[in-house]
């Protein structure tokens, strides 16, 4: 198994962050009146990527094999990363661009630490649902595996509605006021749908809620960032935010499956669904000291 951690882990994981970066915060040096619409543009075509390429994938396995799939995923890589990263150009003044390659003293901004601090508690639980949903209808509802495949794929077709919708209403209202909505109802979706209701239409809403709120979350904090410290620090300042976001969904993944393993014994996850619910909660309630420390005024635009 090392082959695996080594190759699809450390070695794909490491050369893919370096696009991703580029590809989501590069667009907002060149816009600014409609950033969050922008960010909803940018995150649909991933989302739209990752649709094709899941099923790319799976056709090509069942047709040549593991080894020949793997091979033609690298060549469309190779394709389009050397074909369109020309086409990736920052839009900064020489006065602009950082003194330092890497400059960690943001890390010390009260700004940047509420927000560290949000995304680490928002965006660790955003993978929780996917995983969990497909095992918790075969094991708990006793439904057939398609469902809990259609679950995962309604998370990502809602969560394509919610960031258009939280792109507009962050561009009219302010994305850390957004981000604080957006968080609450992901955190609804877990403690409020998902875990008092025991059937395949809850479970359903759930899925649907969460792929609204929580989908939009990783959007909203990269576009909060660009409203409170600029475009021209954006880059690394992403970097370091998704960073602790890697460390965060680390944690959570395993303390979630290890919750499940002993104290549901594998079949109750009524404590993985509120280990997920109340991480949120906490993201929520940072996200109100945030805005509170800016302002006061609660219709303040932030």
Known sequence: IWQLVLTQGIMFGSAASFPYILGVTVPLQWIKRRRGLALAVVYLGSGLGGMWIS???R???ETVGRQWSNRILGC??????VGLSPLIIARRAAKQRPEKLIDFSVVTEWRFMYIAAAGFFAMGPNTIPYLLMPTYVADVLKEHSKLGSSLVT???VSGIFGRFLAGMLADRFGPVNILIIWVFLAAFSQLGIWLPFTSVPAVIASAA???VAGASIVGMLLNAISQQFGVSRITYISGIIYMTYSISSLVVAQ???LMLDTVGHGTDYTWPIVY???LLLVAFVILIAFKF???RQFTFIV
Do not use: D, V
């Open 293 to 295: 420390k800016i302002s």
């Open 255 to 257: 303390t979630t499956s």
């Open 76 to 81: 469309i890589m190779i394709a389009l990363g």
């Open 55 to 57: 099923l790319l994938t």
């Open 209 to 211: 809620l969460f792929g």
């Open 59 to 61: 056709t090509c396995i």
């Open 276 to 278: 997920t619910g109340m």
């Open 154 to 156: 309604l998370i990502n």
